[in-house]
């Protein structure tokens, strides 16, 4: 939404919203795959503590940018800190077009467009509650989850992190 709100808005600072977000995202695959696993790999938990405080501080740099780049000025803090910048960048940032290789979620909201909230509703307590089901009982015919496997569990943070960079 933040990638597109840019070229809408003309505001390129934008786009660096979704990069400073995409270590909070990896933070909660950490979290999901540390309880895929049974809690058996340890190392998951300062992983996640590291992407969320990175995450953190990456968001709200991000939004201080937003806020300068549409005029925002602090005099006091600008006067006790000292350091944050005077001038705001006003120059136009490159609009790249949107890689096309990669649909994710946000594209549904074309293809629910159609519906009105009670169909819209169903149709997203059908697919929780098969999904639920699916990952309760799903899991119990394969062995890795049930296997503390560092690499895998690696490979489980790592993989949806770069495809969602790459998109």
């Not at 806020?67 to 006790?80: H, L, Q, T, V």
């Not at 350091?83 to 293809?111: H, N, Q, W, Y």
């Not at 059908?126 to 062995?143: H, P, R, W």
Request: charge should be negative.
């Amino acid at each position: 939404f933040a990638w597109r709100w840019a070229d809408v808005s003309g505001n390129q600072k934008w786009k660096g919203l979704t990069w400073g977000l995409l270590p909070l995202h990896s933070s909660g695959i950490t979290a999901c795959t540390y309880h895929l696993f049974y809690n058996q790999i340890p190392i998951l938990v300062p992983l996640q503590a590291f992407l969320t405080c990175v995450g953190n501080t990456t968001a709200a740099y991000a939004a201080f940018r937003i806020a300068r780049s549409n005029g925002w000025a602090a005099k006091e803090m600008d006067d006790f800190l000292g350091f944050m910048p005077t001038e705001i960048d006003e120059s136009p940032g490159v609009v790249k077009r949107e890689s096309e290789s990669l649909i994710g979620f946000e594209d549904l909201g074309e293809a629910l467009a159609g519906d009105n909230d009670y169909s819209f509703l169903l149709k997203l307590f059908g697919g929780c509650a098969v999904a639920s089901y699916v990952i309760k009982y799903g899991e119990t015919f394969f062995d890795f989850p049930y296997d503390a496997n560092v690499y895998a569990g690696f490979a489980v943070v790592l993989v949806p992190s770069a495809l969602n960079a790459f998109k």
